[in-house]
Protein backbone atom coordinates (compact mmCIF):
# COMPACT_ATOMS: atom_id res chain seq x y z
CA UNK A 1 0.00 0.00 0.00
CA UNK A 2 2.81 2.40 0.58
CA UNK A 3 4.37 1.67 -2.71
CA UNK A 4 0.80 1.97 -4.15
CA UNK A 5 0.22 5.08 -2.86
CA UNK A 6 3.40 6.56 -4.42
CA UNK A 7 2.56 5.23 -7.73
CA UNK A 8 0.62 7.96 -10.32
CA UNK A 9 -1.45 7.49 -13.42
CA UNK A 10 -1.15 9.97 -16.56
CA UNK A 11 -4.07 9.93 -19.10
CA UNK A 12 -2.98 11.54 -22.01
CA UNK A 13 -5.26 12.58 -24.64
CA UNK A 14 -4.28 14.19 -27.86
CA UNK A 15 -5.76 17.91 -27.15
CA UNK A 16 -8.68 19.58 -29.40
CA UNK A 17 -10.04 23.02 -30.14
CA UNK A 18 -13.28 21.28 -28.99
CA UNK A 19 -13.54 21.86 -25.49
CA UNK A 20 -16.29 18.84 -24.54
CA UNK A 21 -13.08 16.69 -26.42
CA UNK A 22 -10.88 17.96 -23.94
CA UNK A 23 -13.67 17.60 -21.21
CA UNK A 24 -14.09 14.08 -22.28
CA UNK A 25 -10.24 13.37 -21.53
CA UNK A 26 -10.50 14.72 -18.09
CA UNK A 27 -13.81 12.95 -17.26
CA UNK A 28 -11.98 9.63 -18.03
CA UNK A 29 -9.09 10.50 -15.98
CA UNK A 30 -11.28 10.88 -12.91
CA UNK A 31 -13.37 7.88 -13.89
CA UNK A 32 -9.93 5.44 -14.28
CA UNK A 33 -9.09 7.01 -10.77
CA UNK A 34 -12.10 6.37 -9.32
CA UNK A 35 -12.87 3.38 -10.47
CA UNK A 36 -9.38 1.85 -10.02
CA UNK A 37 -8.47 3.01 -6.82
CA UNK A 38 -5.86 5.29 -7.98
CA UNK A 39 -5.00 8.10 -5.53
CA UNK A 40 -2.65 10.22 -7.62
CA UNK A 41 -4.32 10.94 -11.55
CA UNK A 42 -3.79 13.83 -13.58
CA UNK A 43 -4.93 14.49 -17.29
CA UNK A 44 -2.97 15.39 -19.90
CA UNK A 45 -2.94 16.54 -23.81
CA UNK A 46 -0.17 15.87 -26.47
CA UNK A 47 -0.94 19.07 -27.98
CA UNK A 48 -3.21 22.25 -28.37
CA UNK A 49 -4.83 21.74 -24.71
CA UNK A 50 -3.20 22.58 -20.99
CA UNK A 51 -1.57 20.88 -19.34
CA UNK A 52 0.87 19.35 -21.53
CA UNK A 53 2.91 16.42 -20.54
CA UNK A 54 5.44 17.60 -18.81
CA UNK A 55 3.06 19.65 -16.40
CA UNK A 56 1.06 16.43 -15.55
CA UNK A 57 4.49 14.48 -14.81
CA UNK A 58 5.80 17.41 -12.60
CA UNK A 59 2.10 17.39 -11.27
CA UNK A 60 2.32 14.01 -10.23
CA UNK A 61 5.70 13.99 -8.99
CA UNK A 62 5.13 17.01 -6.94
CA UNK A 63 2.12 15.28 -5.38
CA UNK A 64 4.90 12.15 -4.37
CA UNK A 65 4.14 9.88 -7.37
CA UNK A 66 7.75 8.20 -7.89
CA UNK A 67 5.93 5.65 -10.60
CA UNK A 68 4.30 6.94 -13.16
CA UNK A 69 1.81 4.96 -15.32
CA UNK A 70 1.62 6.89 -18.81
CA UNK A 71 -2.25 6.08 -20.40
CA UNK A 72 -2.47 6.88 -23.71
CA UNK A 73 -6.15 7.53 -24.05
CA UNK A 74 -7.52 6.01 -27.22
CA UNK A 75 -4.26 7.52 -29.30
CA UNK A 76 -2.90 6.27 -32.63
CA UNK A 77 -0.83 3.41 -32.01
CA UNK A 78 1.74 4.67 -34.53
CA UNK A 79 2.64 7.85 -34.47
CA UNK A 80 1.18 8.86 -30.97
CA UNK A 81 1.40 5.92 -28.87
CA UNK A 82 4.96 4.45 -30.50
CA UNK A 83 6.16 7.99 -31.66
CA UNK A 84 5.50 11.34 -30.29
CA UNK A 85 4.74 10.15 -26.23
CA UNK A 86 7.79 8.03 -25.83
CA UNK A 87 9.70 11.25 -26.71
CA UNK A 88 8.21 13.31 -24.67
CA UNK A 89 7.82 10.96 -21.56
CA UNK A 90 11.68 10.32 -21.64
CA UNK A 91 12.09 14.17 -21.45
CA UNK A 92 10.37 15.32 -18.85
CA UNK A 93 10.96 11.70 -16.75
CA UNK A 94 15.23 12.54 -17.04
CA UNK A 95 14.32 15.79 -15.13
CA UNK A 96 13.30 13.32 -12.12
CA UNK A 97 16.28 10.53 -11.57
CA UNK A 98 14.35 9.07 -9.30
CA UNK A 99 10.72 8.49 -10.44
CA UNK A 100 10.51 5.45 -12.96
CA UNK A 101 7.82 5.44 -15.54
CA UNK A 102 5.90 2.87 -17.55
CA UNK A 103 3.24 3.62 -20.86
CA UNK A 104 0.45 1.04 -21.37
CA UNK A 105 -0.73 -0.70 -24.80
CA UNK A 106 -3.46 1.75 -26.55
CA UNK A 107 -6.74 0.46 -26.34
CA UNK A 108 -7.21 0.61 -30.02
CA UNK A 109 -8.89 -2.85 -30.88
CA UNK A 110 -8.78 -4.36 -26.83
CA UNK A 111 -11.67 -6.85 -26.84
CA UNK A 112 -13.17 -4.83 -24.15
CA UNK A 113 -13.06 -1.87 -26.18
CA UNK A 114 -14.94 -4.44 -29.54
CA UNK A 115 -17.30 -5.13 -26.91
CA UNK A 116 -18.30 -1.63 -25.81
CA UNK A 117 -18.48 -0.27 -29.55
CA UNK A 118 -20.77 -3.39 -30.82
CA UNK A 119 -22.88 -2.62 -27.64
CA UNK A 120 -23.05 1.22 -28.76
CA UNK A 121 -23.84 0.35 -32.71
CA UNK A 122 -26.91 -1.91 -31.46
CA UNK A 123 -28.09 0.54 -29.08
CA UNK A 124 -28.25 2.98 -32.02
CA UNK A 125 -29.83 0.53 -34.09
CA UNK A 126 -32.52 -0.02 -31.74
CA UNK A 127 -33.35 3.72 -30.65
CA UNK A 128 -35.31 3.94 -33.94
CA UNK A 129 -35.88 7.85 -34.43
CA UNK A 130 -33.96 9.15 -31.68
CA UNK A 131 -31.13 10.36 -33.17
CA UNK A 132 -28.84 12.94 -32.09
CA UNK A 133 -30.99 15.34 -34.37
CA UNK A 134 -34.01 14.75 -33.60
CA UNK A 135 -35.95 17.53 -31.48
CA UNK A 136 -36.22 17.21 -27.22
CA UNK A 137 -39.01 17.10 -24.61
CA UNK A 138 -39.55 20.85 -23.34
CA UNK A 139 -37.11 22.35 -26.42
CA UNK A 140 -38.44 25.04 -29.02
CA UNK A 141 -37.01 25.14 -32.11
CA UNK A 142 -37.47 28.52 -34.58
CA UNK A 143 -36.94 27.21 -37.64
CA UNK A 144 -36.37 28.43 -40.98
CA UNK A 145 -38.56 26.83 -43.41
CA UNK A 146 -36.87 29.24 -46.34
CA UNK A 147 -38.79 30.83 -49.21
CA UNK A 148 -41.15 28.37 -50.28
CA UNK A 149 -40.09 25.63 -52.25
CA UNK A 150 -39.23 22.52 -50.19
CA UNK A 151 -35.92 21.68 -52.22
CA UNK A 152 -34.46 24.72 -50.19
CA UNK A 153 -35.41 23.33 -46.68
CA UNK A 154 -32.30 22.50 -44.45
CA UNK A 155 -31.11 19.38 -43.13
CA UNK A 156 -32.11 20.27 -39.58
CA UNK A 157 -35.31 21.72 -40.24
CA UNK A 158 -36.66 18.40 -41.89
CA UNK A 159 -34.63 16.14 -39.08
CA UNK A 160 -37.01 18.64 -36.32
CA UNK A 161 -40.14 18.41 -38.94
CA UNK A 162 -39.98 14.67 -38.70
CA UNK A 163 -39.47 14.88 -34.94
CA UNK A 164 -41.86 17.37 -33.76
CA UNK A 165 -44.89 16.77 -31.65
CA UNK A 166 -45.97 20.53 -32.03
CA UNK A 167 -45.55 22.53 -35.52
CA UNK A 168 -46.57 26.60 -34.68
CA UNK A 169 -46.90 27.53 -38.55
CA UNK A 170 -46.84 31.29 -40.15
CA UNK A 171 -48.65 32.58 -43.41
CA UNK A 172 -45.90 31.75 -45.78
CA UNK A 173 -44.60 28.22 -45.06
CA UNK A 174 -45.68 26.17 -48.16
CA UNK A 175 -48.05 22.96 -47.60
CA UNK A 176 -45.59 20.78 -49.00
CA UNK A 177 -42.94 22.21 -45.92
CA UNK A 178 -46.14 20.62 -43.72
CA UNK A 179 -46.03 16.98 -45.03
CA UNK A 180 -42.43 16.73 -44.41
CA UNK A 181 -43.70 16.45 -40.91
CA UNK A 182 -44.95 13.13 -38.80
CA UNK A 183 -48.44 12.34 -39.97
CA UNK A 184 -49.39 12.52 -36.01
CA UNK A 185 -47.52 15.88 -35.22
CA UNK A 186 -49.77 18.57 -34.80
CA UNK A 187 -50.15 21.49 -36.79
CA UNK A 188 -51.06 24.99 -35.54
CA UNK A 189 -51.63 28.08 -37.99
CA UNK A 190 -50.57 31.33 -36.20
CA UNK A 191 -49.84 33.71 -39.27
CA UNK A 192 -49.76 37.44 -39.77
CA UNK A 193 -51.13 38.45 -43.22
CA UNK A 194 -50.40 42.43 -43.62
CA UNK A 195 -53.93 44.38 -43.37
CA UNK A 196 -55.89 41.23 -42.31
CA UNK A 197 -56.55 38.88 -39.64
CA UNK A 198 -53.55 37.54 -37.34
CA UNK A 199 -52.97 35.65 -34.16
CA UNK A 200 -51.39 38.09 -31.65
CA UNK A 201 -47.76 37.89 -30.93
CA UNK A 202 -48.34 37.65 -27.21
CA UNK A 203 -50.67 34.66 -28.15
CA UNK A 204 -47.97 32.74 -30.20
CA UNK A 205 -45.45 33.65 -26.99
CA UNK A 206 -47.66 32.47 -24.59
CA UNK A 207 -48.25 28.73 -26.44
CA UNK A 208 -45.08 28.17 -27.02
CA UNK A 209 -43.92 28.17 -23.60
CA UNK A 210 -47.15 26.22 -22.38
CA UNK A 211 -46.53 23.77 -24.95
CA UNK A 212 -42.90 23.08 -24.30
CA UNK A 213 -43.64 23.25 -20.35
CA UNK A 214 -46.00 20.49 -20.91
CA UNK A 215 -42.83 18.49 -22.15
CA UNK A 216 -43.75 18.75 -26.12
CA UNK A 217 -41.21 19.31 -28.80
CA UNK A 218 -42.48 22.44 -30.28
CA UNK A 219 -41.02 23.26 -33.61
CA UNK A 220 -41.96 27.52 -34.41
CA UNK A 221 -41.62 27.21 -38.70
CA UNK A 222 -41.06 30.63 -40.74
CA UNK A 223 -41.16 31.31 -43.78
CA UNK A 224 -37.54 32.67 -44.51
CA UNK A 225 -35.04 32.80 -42.07
CA UNK A 226 -36.42 33.47 -38.07
CA UNK A 227 -33.45 36.37 -37.69
CA UNK A 228 -34.52 38.38 -40.71
CA UNK A 229 -37.38 40.38 -40.31
CA UNK A 230 -38.99 37.13 -38.51
CA UNK A 231 -40.02 38.47 -35.21
CA UNK A 232 -37.27 35.20 -34.38
CA UNK A 233 -35.25 37.36 -31.75
CA UNK A 234 -38.60 38.47 -30.04
CA UNK A 235 -39.60 34.96 -29.75
CA UNK A 236 -36.17 33.77 -28.72
CA UNK A 237 -36.00 36.75 -25.91
CA UNK A 238 -39.28 35.49 -24.72
CA UNK A 239 -38.28 32.05 -24.45
CA UNK A 240 -34.93 32.61 -22.71
CA UNK A 241 -36.69 35.07 -20.07
CA UNK A 242 -39.45 32.22 -19.65
CA UNK A 243 -36.48 29.77 -19.03
CA UNK A 244 -37.58 27.67 -22.15
CA UNK A 245 -34.52 25.50 -23.61
CA UNK A 246 -34.98 26.53 -27.57
CA UNK A 247 -33.02 26.28 -31.28
CA UNK A 248 -32.13 29.00 -33.71
CA UNK A 249 -32.08 27.20 -36.99
CA UNK A 250 -31.63 29.39 -39.90
CA UNK A 251 -33.66 28.87 -42.95
CA UNK A 252 -32.70 30.88 -46.56
CA UNK A 253 -33.94 34.21 -46.48
CA UNK A 254 -36.50 35.11 -49.32
CA UNK A 255 -33.71 38.66 -49.39
CA UNK A 256 -31.41 36.26 -50.95
CA UNK A 257 -33.25 33.20 -52.68
CA UNK A 258 -36.20 35.51 -54.39
CA UNK A 259 -33.42 37.61 -56.71
CA UNK A 260 -31.63 34.66 -57.37
CA UNK A 261 -34.68 32.48 -58.66
CA UNK A 262 -35.92 35.52 -60.70
CA UNK A 263 -31.80 35.64 -62.46
CA UNK A 264 -31.07 39.03 -60.14
CA UNK A 265 -27.77 38.51 -58.19
CA UNK A 266 -27.60 41.31 -55.49
CA UNK A 267 -23.44 41.51 -56.32
CA UNK A 268 -21.85 42.10 -59.74
CA UNK A 269 -18.02 43.09 -59.58
CA UNK A 270 -19.20 45.24 -62.42
CA UNK A 271 -22.27 47.17 -60.88
CA UNK A 272 -22.83 46.05 -57.47
CA UNK A 273 -20.41 45.68 -54.28
CA UNK A 274 -22.91 46.37 -51.81
CA UNK A 275 -26.78 45.13 -50.53
CA UNK A 276 -28.56 46.53 -48.12
CA UNK A 277 -31.50 44.89 -46.92
CA UNK A 278 -34.93 46.50 -45.14
CA UNK A 279 -38.40 46.04 -44.27
CA UNK A 280 -41.26 47.92 -46.00
CA UNK A 281 -43.38 48.06 -43.23
CA UNK A 282 -42.87 49.09 -39.87
CA UNK A 283 -43.88 48.07 -36.21
CA UNK A 284 -44.31 52.36 -36.00
CA UNK A 285 -45.54 54.34 -39.22
CA UNK A 286 -44.88 55.07 -42.53
CA UNK A 287 -42.05 57.89 -41.54
CA UNK A 288 -39.91 55.13 -40.26
CA UNK A 289 -39.35 53.00 -43.32
CA UNK A 290 -39.04 56.64 -44.99
CA UNK A 291 -35.89 57.81 -42.67
CA UNK A 292 -34.49 54.10 -42.83
CA UNK A 293 -34.66 54.02 -47.16
CA UNK A 294 -32.82 57.61 -46.74
CA UNK A 295 -30.25 55.82 -44.63
CA UNK A 296 -29.95 53.28 -47.04
CA UNK A 297 -30.14 54.73 -50.37
CA UNK A 298 -26.43 54.76 -51.67
CA UNK A 299 -26.06 51.23 -51.14
CA UNK A 300 -25.38 49.60 -55.05
CA UNK A 301 -28.22 47.01 -54.57
CA UNK A 302 -31.41 47.61 -52.43
CA UNK A 303 -33.90 44.69 -51.44
CA UNK A 304 -37.01 45.32 -49.60
CA UNK A 305 -39.46 42.50 -47.97
CA UNK A 306 -42.88 43.27 -47.03
CA UNK A 307 -42.67 46.23 -49.22
CA UNK A 308 -45.32 45.79 -52.27
CA UNK A 309 -48.24 48.30 -50.46
CA UNK A 310 -46.05 50.47 -49.79
CA UNK A 311 -44.04 50.71 -53.32
CA UNK A 312 -44.97 53.28 -54.61
CA UNK A 313 -43.67 55.49 -51.34
CA UNK A 314 -40.60 53.46 -51.38
CA UNK A 315 -39.95 54.37 -54.95
CA UNK A 316 -40.45 57.98 -54.21
CA UNK A 317 -38.54 58.16 -50.84
CA UNK A 318 -35.40 56.59 -52.73
CA UNK A 319 -35.58 59.41 -55.95
CA UNK A 320 -35.62 62.06 -53.13
CA UNK A 321 -32.65 60.48 -51.14
CA UNK A 322 -30.83 61.19 -54.68
CA UNK A 323 -31.74 57.35 -56.25
CA UNK A 324 -31.94 58.38 -60.71
CA UNK A 325 -35.27 57.61 -61.73
CA UNK A 326 -34.08 55.65 -64.25
CA UNK A 327 -32.48 53.03 -61.76
CA UNK A 328 -33.95 49.63 -62.79
CA UNK A 329 -36.42 47.95 -60.33
CA UNK A 330 -38.18 44.83 -60.13
CA UNK A 331 -41.01 43.34 -58.32
CA UNK A 332 -40.66 39.42 -57.22
CA UNK A 333 -44.38 37.61 -56.00
CA UNK A 334 -44.28 34.24 -54.76
CA UNK A 335 -40.78 33.80 -55.64
CA UNK A 336 -39.40 30.26 -55.97
CA UNK A 337 -43.13 28.76 -56.57
CA UNK A 338 -44.48 27.70 -59.24
CA UNK A 339 -46.11 30.66 -59.63
CA UNK A 340 -43.30 33.31 -59.55
CA UNK A 341 -43.98 36.43 -61.27
CA UNK A 342 -41.67 39.33 -62.32
CA UNK A 343 -42.34 42.52 -63.22
CA UNK A 344 -39.05 44.92 -63.87
CA UNK A 345 -39.06 48.41 -64.74
CA UNK A 346 -37.30 51.73 -63.50
CA UNK A 347 -37.91 53.64 -60.03
CA UNK A 348 -40.15 56.30 -61.89
CA UNK A 349 -42.15 53.53 -63.78
CA UNK A 350 -42.41 50.36 -61.47
CA UNK A 351 -45.28 51.41 -59.19
CA UNK A 352 -47.58 51.71 -62.51
CA UNK A 353 -46.05 48.39 -63.77
CA UNK A 354 -46.50 46.47 -60.87
CA UNK A 355 -50.12 47.82 -60.64
CA UNK A 356 -51.34 47.00 -64.09
CA UNK A 357 -48.99 43.74 -63.63
CA UNK A 358 -52.25 42.78 -60.70
CA UNK A 359 -48.85 42.46 -58.27
CA UNK A 360 -50.27 41.99 -54.51
CA UNK A 361 -47.82 40.75 -51.62
CA UNK A 362 -46.42 38.59 -50.80
CA UNK A 363 -43.01 40.15 -52.49
CA UNK A 364 -39.49 41.14 -52.91
CA UNK A 365 -38.14 44.39 -54.14
CA UNK A 366 -35.07 44.91 -55.78
CA UNK A 367 -33.92 48.27 -56.62
CA UNK A 368 -30.02 48.56 -58.31
CA UNK A 369 -28.18 47.96 -61.83
CA UNK A 370 -27.97 44.56 -61.10
CA UNK A 371 -31.56 43.72 -62.44
CA UNK A 372 -30.60 44.36 -65.61
CA UNK A 373 -28.87 40.93 -65.47
CA UNK A 374 -32.36 39.73 -65.60
CA UNK A 375 -32.63 39.54 -69.44
CA UNK A 376 -29.79 37.26 -69.67
CA UNK A 377 -30.03 35.35 -66.12
CA UNK A 378 -33.66 34.29 -65.72
CA UNK A 379 -33.20 30.61 -65.42
CA UNK A 380 -36.10 29.57 -63.12
CA UNK A 381 -38.72 31.35 -65.25
CA UNK A 382 -37.29 29.99 -68.52
CA UNK A 383 -37.93 26.86 -67.01
CA UNK A 384 -41.55 27.28 -65.93
CA UNK A 385 -42.32 28.68 -69.13
CA UNK A 386 -40.99 25.68 -70.95
CA UNK A 387 -42.56 23.16 -68.78
CA UNK A 388 -45.59 25.14 -69.70
CA UNK A 389 -45.27 24.87 -73.75
CA UNK A 390 -44.49 21.00 -73.19
CA UNK A 391 -47.42 20.38 -70.94
CA UNK A 392 -49.53 22.49 -73.71
CA UNK A 393 -47.94 20.44 -76.36
CA UNK A 394 -48.98 17.27 -74.28
CA UNK A 395 -52.36 18.25 -74.24
CA UNK A 396 -53.51 18.81 -77.71
CA UNK A 397 -51.76 15.14 -78.29
Given amino acids: MKDEAKSGVL???????????????????????????????????????????????????????????????????????????????????????????????????????????????????????????????????L???????????????????????????????????????????????????????????????????AQARAGRRVVRLKGGDPFVFGRGGEEAEVLSNAGIGFEIVPGISSALAVPAYAGIPLTHRDVSSSVAILTGTSSGDVDDVSAAIADLSRADTIVILMGVANLRLIANDLIAAGRDPETPAAVIRWGTYETQQTVAGTLQSIADDAGSAGMRPPGVIIVGEVVRLRQRLKWFEKELAESAELSAVFAEV
Fill in 143 to 209: VGAGPGDPGLLTLRAYDLLRSADLIVYDYLVDPDVLDLAAPEAERRYVGKVGGGQHTPQSEINQLLI
Fill in 11 to 141: VVGHGSRREEANRDVREAARRIGERGGFSLVEAAFLEIEAPNIAEGFKSLVERGACKVTVHPYFLSPGRHTRGDLPREVHAVASCFPGVSYRITEPLSAHPLVIEASVERIRETEDSGDSRMSAAKPGTVY
